[in-house]
């Protein structure tokens, strides 16, 4: 049996320990194993694939990233290549993936990725290709998963940082704004609000309104507390619907941020006090698993090598109810793990007094 | 409403979490909340209780230990006390206990704590309490319960630790034996075991056998990797069943202990290695809460109170299946959570080459 | 004996710790002392102080911030205030302050702050105040100090940042730009960039040339290796001198920022390279110091009512030579310690291959 | 220009980083390195080196231990070796040391290691060896050194663990004794105790006396502080001069240990009050460099090349008065850096109610 793995989409804390822990079972297995350079961009250069034996992944279980490295030239569907005219064009070059692969002899791929991945991964199995997938992402939105590999680094990170910031809001008096990543959904931002102890969050799934934070903020101040820390999902949207993120290319894909400069700034025009704003960014993504981490993207990555042993083919490797269970890769398409208003994290933060904007 | 707020048994981190939510929860709905001080033993003296407001519970949930202090002196129904005689004896003084209780018109408890305290729990209920149990050990292993307060700080403890003393044993070529918490369960040691890429992970549930372990000391040698981590739980036993943990007492109590340094020596013989010890000990439950400890421990805590306020009464609040439950506080008795050898962990475990002892 | 203690300017890790020290050493001689409560600004308020006992101090050594607080209003020479038209101007209320501290029976002021603060203690001296100075700046650049309370924190902090990103440029072929403080001197960048095995670090000693990173880059490509990690101080200049910080109004003051942005877009246009920009801000001053930090926290506190007892009053206690030593308040007016370009410190980047821009 | 670097002795965090700005420096000025491995024992075996380029070094600034290895049969005049009657004896093999660099034309030796090693480099430099030497011990006791690499990392854990044990503590009102490294010196002791706020620290310098320490628990008994701080370094000593330290076999070497159990045991019996006692053993001399650490070693590393550039040999370099200077290896042969009782650390430490046991 010989096997590749893929990973995808954006980097996040636990895609090398998920890499070591397929690789040594399958090795355990007697099986070979193919890394695949830089995502599936790759797979029609020359050397599309690295070996991956024991010596590969020693010790990669706490490093940050992907020693496979990941592209954002990942979708074999919509390659982009440069035309005569020298402007940038896309093309179909799946068919010239799944033959690569015929030709080294893979009979199975590890995909480990997103939403995104997961979709791509739908289609190559239309086309023949017996994949398993793995759940990678720090945002923790794939449907069916009750937690993603990078998640639990990416909330740690977060509530480290709002820390740190919260002691320099409470001597400053200040208003204090932390923009964390969730486009779409706010479990970054409503963990790790809740987590630091902040007084405001504002996610996705809960459009806000000024006046109940500046509420909150007088509030504050009537108590003596003159700081409030605002913890704030990028993808976070005001009340009115305005489109409050503004588009910044930097270098060949756009960047969304902004919302943190606004709501700092509109506060600060609103109660008169000084505020501030950053922007985590980057720094949730990368660097050293949590131990959290390491265990989860570990168990995915041995589980799913179980899952080509039993021919099982075409699921998603996924964490239910505290199990390890397998789903159709394609039943999480088009779907997003939105924060439900329900649950009893947001009772909480509610419970404890967290503002959530509405 | 007045509810009273107890913690018991060894400190965790996240008891101040808990305790704040718990706290905040219940001022919201306008109670009056009441701490006890260092634990049962301090309910019949003249200051049993603290009063809990906003101001007693700000900023505690990064705080490790617990605000209201615990104490050995714990168990109402076996109090200690000094006979005439100068011996010490036990005595049933849980009645006063619940007179107390009464007379400071006390509605409901929140008892915070590990088997112990829920086995004292059930007792009080007989007699007429009204309690919420919340699940706290560093050892995970409250039967009914997936995840108990304290664990996930316990298990990035161990795993830095083993991640430090792994470079000197590569470095000096040496076998690095590392005793972690887990009297009767081996979820420490499992866990922050394969975290932190260990060689061998030995626990109470599998008897483990020196020629196993020495074994896989050759594979590796013959590998060219001349060193091994072992992690051992503190109550890992070897196949012939004799007690390898010798009692020593220090203050008022016995500590377990030695099984590392059992190990250490035993493998130095058999194998004519270099092996060192390190006893992570009382490392593992101080200090600041995990991210995920903080919230499991904000959720416990708020969670409770929701119970109180829909007289819930005797449940003990817990995480199964990934969502917040109730379950009865008598249905954890005599009971204990091991780990399971079919479970994933263990098998992922297997999967990435460590030695279990068997 | 009777003394104050200030705290001014941004705050810093380690404040609380020379708190702390400054009121036991104090109080081990049978000393009152009292607290400023946010600056001078409030010295003629109703409550200028609170009382600092041991109470008052315990365990606030690795609490970041400062419990005292400290103010925009902190300078009385130039106090705001809202005039009766509506606008605000800023008086002179110094003598008030003098008036204050007589009538509160202060003998003596520990004055802890940045070249800002030692600036009005240099004019409160000639008003005939008894001051002692303890030196704080995350920037380190304050002249006469080989090192300043805040720094190590600051640096160690920058690193991890730059660690974890490091691992997402890698993976994603990336240009990164990490911003780090530091609007006159580039003791952070430096110091975190050679830590952090940075590639490029721009600090305002040294105006940076595009071409030279460009090389660089293209340099590290040739050798396979297609990521780049750029440190940049946010007060490092091009060559061409233009001033490329933009000023951004947020509260009452007005922010730098805008180097990482630029430059990252600038390397992408020249490189065609992906690149990202993170501005790291507020991380680097708050939170729970670092060992270091503590020490010297502590050192200079504890050293500071040595020279009120012995009377060597308008004195700073700085770090030189490796010793603690007193110079006048007034002889580091007017001056800032830049990075030595010929220090063995910039002699160590260029030796490992840093590019500095030049 | 060829040369080779030699890690010695135990391993400290920093090792890596100063291998690798000693590489990089040498590589830049079109040398080649050889890296020893596992210490001069190996040096007549068939593979004694291993090829230091640039990609053998990247990425190691932050690993903990010694890329090279380090052996306990380091010392080529002392070489352990098996006699026909199976007994272990010593011989003197510098011969064969001296000659196998002569063979394979080695022009410099960089010798990174503590005081051992220093006298091993001071007689091979008899023999015409050219060196430059690095110091490192977590010990930070080299004579002639204000810092030596891996102290800071040793002591920032050290405060770390401190910190989380005192939660423990005073949640359960104990006593509790960490013992930390230092056999001959106290530096480790004494600056983790008073960065964590210890009440007591014993040092070999100061003989402690159980009385002050007894008296020192009393007076925070009457303040109703029911629970007190003991750090031990593993060298400290009774005033009845006992030695206090029982030797303990383990593998080849003897251990030095138990003077934290016996302080433990005689406070308790001393007090009435409940003790623990933690080892910290291995944790401190693991793993990852803190920031300062890796910047001192890459300062280190790069200043040794600098020395052998300009033909400086025989020099060990060092950090003082905070500026990298060199001194003569031999001048530190038999000397050790003790901690100063004038030291202003030491009055630091009394100044803010630390008890030393005089």
Known sequence: MRIAINTGGGDAPGLNAAIRAATLAALKRGWEVLGIKNGYGSIYTDEPFITLDEQAVQGITLQGGTILGTANRGNPFEMPYEKEDGEWGTKDV?????????????????????????????????????????????????YGCDVTLGFDTAISIATEAIDRITTTAESHHRLM???????????????????????????PEIPFSYDSIVEKIKEREAKGRHYTMIVVAEGAKEQDGELVTKGKTVGQEVQLGGIADRVANKLSERTGKESRSVVLGHLQRGGSPSTYDRLISLRFGAAAIRCVQEHDFNKLVVLQDNQLKRIPITSIAEKMKSVSLESDTVQTARDIGICLGD
Chains 1, 2, 3, 4 share one sequence.
């Open 94 to 142: 799946s068919d010239q993936l799944v033959n690569t692969f015929k030709e080294h002899e893979v009979d199975a791929l590890i995909a480990i990725g997103g939403d995104g991945s997961m979709n791509i991964a739908s289609k190559l199995i239309k086309k023949g290709l017996d994949i398993v997938g793995v759940p990678k992402t720090i945002d923790n939105d794939i």
């Open 177 to 203: 704004v932390v923009e964390v990543m969730g486009r779409y959904a706010g479990w970054i931002a409503l963990y790790s609000g809740i987590a630091a102890s902040a007084d405001v969050v504002l996610i």
